[in-house]
């Protein structure tokens, strides 16, 4: 009975192996492995196809999905970054062989936003923009992008442009008022804080933002009351912690901001 089992697998493994000699059947076994978290058999599968029939018109789509299991490999082990330059290209390949895809080209401006990489993700939004104006989800993250390269200006822009077509995008409507808080017109912030949390009293993030308003202000006791609200509704979110532990230490409440950080670094 062991024999026949033993036989039975290496017929299936010789099935397999020859099943991927052929291009359709490397970029299937890819799409399984990397269903199955086998993400650097996906990668040397997609590898091979691509050295089977490097002219095809559908590699366009492989060096795209091997550059999104190269992100997901160097998100995993960020020292790898060898994998982070070789999902960029493959992204960038994918865009030189389909210059016209949106989702593709998503998929590298996000990636680049995700390294940090700022004017190069707005300059990928900026191109989906030029192909769909009016992009709500490009728009949002182009503002983003802006707004975490202190380019306020560029941002409320952005954001306004939203607004405009869709004025309870709650994105872009936080957004703004992130933006007015960096602008100094903290107190214009609050007030659309206000309505926002009319509209989302169950979001924890909004609590936590006005939190941090107050405390620009220095009024903090009205922080403290924002900021375990937030607690209430994410018990278990490390930043709120440390967030609290902040304003007890702005207090002089050494104990309890103590307590506090433990808590956030145990979380």
């Given at each position: 009975m062991s024999k026949r089992i033993t036989l039975i697998g290496c017929l299936f493994c010789l099935f397999t192996i020859l099943h991927a000699q052929t291009y359709e059947g490397c970029i299937e076994r890819a799409y399984q492995a990397a269903q199955h978290d086998s993400l650097e058999l996906a990668e040397a599968l997609f590898r091979q196809a691509l050295k089977m029939n490097p002219g095809d018109h559908r590699n366009a789509l492989v060096h795209h999905d091997m550059g999104h299991v190269e992100e997901m490999l160097f998100w995993k082990d960020q020292s790898n970054t060898k994998m982070a330059e070789e999902a960029m290209y493959n992204y960038s390949k994918?865009?030189?062989?389909?210059?016209?895809?949106?989702?593709?080209?998503?998929?590298?401006?996000?990636?680049?936003?995700?390294?940090?990489?700022?004017e190069k993700a707005a300059d990928d939004y900026t191109a989906i923009l030029k192909q769909s104006p009016g992009n709500t989800e490009a728009l949002n993250y182009r503002a983003f992008a802006h707004y975490q390269n202190r380019s306020y200006d560029k941002a409320m822009t952005d954001y306004k442009s939203v607004l405009e077509k869709h004025p309870s995008d709650y994105t872009a409507a936080l957004g703004t008022a992130l933006v007015l808080q960096k602008t100094n017109k903290v107190n214009e912030a609050i007030r659309r804080m206000e309505f926002l949390i009319i509209e989302h009293p169950d979001?924890?993030?909004?609590y936590a933002v006005?939190?941090?308003?107050?405390?620009?202000?220095?009024?903090?006791?009205?922080?403290?009351?924002?900021?375990?609200?937030?607690?209430?509704?994410?018990?278990?979110?490390?930043?709120?912690?440390?967030?609290?532990?902040t304003i007890y230490q702005q207090q002089g409440k050494k104990k309890q901001a103590d307590k506090d950080f433990k808590t956030a670094r145990q979380l």
């Open positions: 994918a865009i030189e062989l389909q210059p016209l895809s949106i989702p593709i080209r998503f998929s590298r401006a996000n990636f680049h936003l995700n390294l940090k990489h700022y979001k924890a993030e909004l006005r939190a941090s308003m107050y405390t620009d202000l220095n009024k903090l006791d009205l922080a403290l009351v924002d900021i375990n609200k937030a607690i209430s509704l994410e018990p278990n979110t490390a930043a709120h912690y440390q967030q609290r532990g």
